[in-house]
């Protein structure tokens, strides 16, 4: 599935470093509702944006179109980049069934005419892999990973093209998975520029508690092919999206790991009470992690 027609501006999504390294800049995920009273810490910094609106059914259903003029309108002044995440709800990249995978190709499809009407340059997902095992057991072709991967092949067979087209970027999100080595097979095994990998630090440190590895050894497995991270802090026993400092994880380790890529991925910030984003970068910043 390589493609060397695919090597656009998707391939840029995670910008090489200087060779002066600088502190990464904070993102943040929000619906357009929350954008009027944080556009202007978005602007100042020309901060990584990502608008979620387009995760409920609701949306891609009814007048998403006039919610893509709001978004416009009000995003005039910003000098950014924009990303959306897409839907997920109900929905599976691995669909057996092609009835499913048709309405899951449908949704990824609206979502990504969404994103071309802002702007948006990528758009995340939801990694399929939920292995019913050990984490230290590889989660090998014995135990039906490439089938699974054909599968996922199958649902993004008429995505790919779209991503292309619309200079847009398929980050798959780190969501159960307790190993690196499924997400990193499917990215090699559709070896195209537009799709990378996203880790989510949450999910990754409560799949660590489990038996995975450590949210900085993430980055380190995943190298230049991750292109997104959603910050957000967790005690491990829940998906909290707290801000970082609240929680457990070791973001020191982390963000160590990250300035040890050759590429800066996109970091945004992911709460579940947005109204907190200040106190979130504030705390980060205030211990020269980012800025």
């Not at 609106?53 to 998403?64: K, Q, R, V």
């Not at 780190?174 to 990998?197: E, K, N, Y």
């Amino acid at each position: 599935m390589n493609n060397a027609n695919m090597m656009s501006k998707t391939a840029e999504i995670a910008a090489p470093l200087p060779e002066k390294v600088t502190l990464p800049v904070l993102g943040a995920a929000m619906h357009a509702e929350d954008l009027p009273a944080h556009l202007a810490w978005l602007v100042d910094g020309a901060r990584d944006l990502e608008i979620q609106d387009a995760i409920t059914p609701e949306l891609l259903d009814g007048d998403w179109q006039a919610r893509a003029r709001q978004i416009n309108e009000i995003l005039q002044p910003y000098p950014g980049r924009v990303g959306i995440h897409g839907p997920f709800l109900s929905l599976t990249l691995m669909a057996q069934d092609p009835q499913i995978r048709a309405v899951v190709q449908a949704r990824l499809l609206r979502a990504l005419d969404f994103a071309e009407a802002i702007g948006a340059t990528h758009m995340v997902t939801h990694s399929p892999f939920d292995f019913f095992g050990h984490p230290m057991v590889v989660h090998a072709p014995a135990h039906g990973l490439a089938e699974q991967i054909d599968l996922v092949a199958a649902t993004l067979e008429p995505v790919l093209p779209k991503l292309e087209q619309i200079d847009c970027t398929l980050v798959i999100e780190t969501i159960r998975d307790r190993h690196s080595r499924p997400l990193l097979t499917l990215l090699d095994t559709i070896d195209a520029p537009c799709v990378r990998m996203s880790i989510d630090v949450g999910h990754v440190y409560i799949g660590h508690l489990l038996g995975g590895p450590t949210p900085d050894q993430w980055v380190y497995e995943a190298g230049p092919r991750l292109a997104h991270v959603h910050l957000q802090d967790t005690d491990g026993d829940l998906d909290r999206h707290w801000p970082p400092g609240m929680g457990e994880i070791n973001w020191e380790a982390f963000f160590g790991a990250l300035n040890t890529l050759p590429v800066r991925p996109r970091l945004i910030i992911e709460l579940v009470d947005v109204a907190q984003l200040p106190r979130a970068a504030e705390w980060l910043t205030a211990r020269g992690l980012a800025r």
